[in-house]
């Protein structure tokens, strides 16, 4: 028993990590995306 509480421990703490990498690598895409909007904006303004 101990050994199948480990295992299901050690997975769900590999998704848990999964998980977070993904919304990282998502979040920094998105702030990239939002910079770009602006800079699109600022480029139009200006000419």
């Not at 977070?20 to 699109?40: E, P, T």
């Amino acid at each position: 028993m101990p050994v199948i509480n480990e295992a299901a421990r050690d997975q769900s703490v590999s998704i848990a990590y999964i998980i977070v990498k993904y919304y990282q690598k998502l979040s920094i895409s998105h702030s990239v995306v939002i910079v770009n909007i602006k800079g699109i904006k600022n480029a139009k303004a200006g000419h």
